[in-house]
């Protein structure tokens, strides 16, 4: 699988020193230079050293400034289109669905190449220590929180979601320094999420955020923060197709409870099980 190297600039962005932000932001704004310029002519435009433009490269995953002008070439002149962005108002409705398949295992791929494992791990640990877990999300983001709702009250941690906005900021109004806020928010921007964090971390919670923007106020102002990547097209949003991913990194929180909590997660699956069964009677 390529390495996608404009998203990894933007999952490690939080994580770089200014001068590296400097070099990340050049690249994002500009791609085409690099791939014509040598890395002293970019060290040059930006008044840095050559070895300061070698190691962000190294940051990022690759083993030097040209494996990294390799992998941007292909991401920006791929010869072929992607099958999403090829949907035609008179494709049959069986091409329609395949193509959004395709768009969705895209968003998965993409994601899954920026995907941090220390991140993924101390947000587990954070989870695993909490007396209490709030998922936040507004509009398409509440479906997110809600499901991860679904998923984590059988872990054994008491897990909370609320629908409603202002219900969800008079919950984190309650949280305590020993309790776990997860925000989950597309854009990173959305004012009722980040006055939602903000009144979360004013008591001393802990936060994760799940974004696909890392230079966003969420994104940037986390304990722990997930990124997500995904495409804009014609007939999908990008928020709409950045939920998949965003459901993947819920799934991936919740296994791994599910496997570091083993014995009280199962006592819980099977509290649930039987409450479950017993309404069917």
């Known amino acids: 699988m390529p390495q996608n190297c404009l998203g990894k600039i933007r999952s490690y962005y939080a994580r770089l020193s200014e001068k590296e932000k400097k070099i990340a932001d050049y690249i994002l704004d500009s791609p085409e230079k690099i791939i014509h310029n040598t890395i002293n002519e970019v060290a040059e435009d930006l008044n840095v050293a050559d070895a300061t433009v070698f190691r962000f490269c190294k940051r990022i995953g690759f083993k030097g400034y040209q494996a990294m002008k390799i992998a ?71 479906v997110i929180a809600m499901d991860a709702f679904h998923k984590f009250v059988r872990t054994g941690i008491k897990a909370f979601a609320f629908i409603d906005s202002h219900f969800q900021l008079m919950s984190a109004s309650q949280l305590g320094e020993k309790d776990v806020a997860v925000v989950i928010s597309h854009s990173g921007t959305n004012k009722d999420t980040i006055n939602i964090l903000r009144t979360a971390q004013k008591n001393g919670a802990k936060t994760i955020g799940i974004t696909s923007y890392p230079k966003s106020p969420i994104g940037q102002n986390v304990d722990v923060a997930l990124f997500t990547s995904s495409e804009e097209t014609e007939f999908r949003s990008e928020a709409l197709s950045s939920r998949i991913g965003q459901l993947s990194l819920i799934d991936a929180l919740y296994v791994n409870m599910m496997i570091r909590n083993k014995e009280k997660a199962k006592n819980s699956l099977d509290k649930v099980r039987e409450a479950i069964s017993n309404t069917r009677m």
């Open 72 to 142: 941007l070439a292909s991401e920006i002149f791929e010869p072929i289109q992607q099958i999403h962005e090829e949907i035609k108002e008179d494709d049959t409705e069986k091409t329609v669905a395949v193509k959004i398949f395709q768009s969705n295992i895209r968003a998965l791929e993409n994601t899954l190449q920026i995907l941090d494992g220390p991140s993924i791990q101390k947000a587990v640990d954070l989870l695993l220590q909490a007396d209490r877990v709030e998922f936040y999300g507004t509009g398409g983001s509440n």
